[in-house]
């Protein structure tokens, strides 16, 4: 049996034209836009086979070429490698960047369903304060080495640095040997968010956070 598959190549590649593009963008679309829940794949036959039947349409003019036969033994491998993977793995990022356009966001929906995951999706450095259930406030800074779950996860916020607050809410100097904090989902309450700046020619113990509404 398989040595009669193999007798047939062209099928193999026709199977692979039209499902492996799909499949490629539906996951890489599922690892940049954040979704309520896990995608069940078994589900998403039509919707693969749909999307690959795009990418061939976008690509009609190489498999015209290649199916000619002009590209040669090292040109075409290539060519199959683009249209298979390397095209289907860009084309989720350029239909985000259009949808999270000015213009679309405007007429149309949003692919971030939570604005946690919008926020932090775009991962830019901020000054934090987290309003917990208790009323209890913890201060810091949200930069590189932070982190954010991010749908279908329940938010959790790693912070890189904790930071003392003051009696008038204002972030004062780093905790000392502290490795950050992670906060839980049920404990958040608010997060309050600032505008990451840092003084330069200062220490750590030198740097002073921004100032928050309300008192301790």
Aim: glycine content about 8%; hydrophobic content about 45%; some cysteine.
């Amino acid at each position: 049996m398989d040595e009669k598959l193999f007798e047939h190549p062209e099928l193999i590649t026709l199977f692979l034209i039209f499902t492996v593009p799909g499949l490629v963008m539906l996951k890489v679309w599922d690892q940049i836009v954040p979704s309520g829940a896990r995608r069940d794949f078994s589900k998403s036959v039509f919707e693969a086979v749909a999307y690959s039947a795009i990418n061939v349409g976008l690509f009609m003019p190489l498999v015209t070429v290649m199916r000619a036969g002009k590209l040669g033994p090292v040109l075409y491998p290539i060519a199959l490698f683009v249209m298979l993977l390397g095209a289907p793995a860009a084309w989720p990022f350029l239909f985000r960047k259009l949808l999270v356009s000015q213009w679309m966001t405007k007429y149309g929906l949003h692919p971030c369903e939570q604005a946690w995951d919008y926020l932090f999706g775009q991962h830019e450095p901020f000054w934090v304060v987290v309003h917990l259930r208790d009323l209890r406030r913890i201060g810091g800074r949200f930069g590189g080495n932070s982190f954010a779950s991010s749908s279908p996860a329940e938010p959790q916020l790693y912070l890189e640095e904790v930071w003392r607050l003051n009696a008038i809410g204002q972030l004062t100097e780093p905790v000392q040997r502290s490795r950050g904090i992670i906060i839980l989902a049920k404990d958040i309450l608010a997060v309050e968010l600032f505008s990451y700046y840092e003084l330069e020619g200062q220490s750590d113990a030198g740097r002073s956070g921004p100032t928050v509404a309300g008192g301790p």
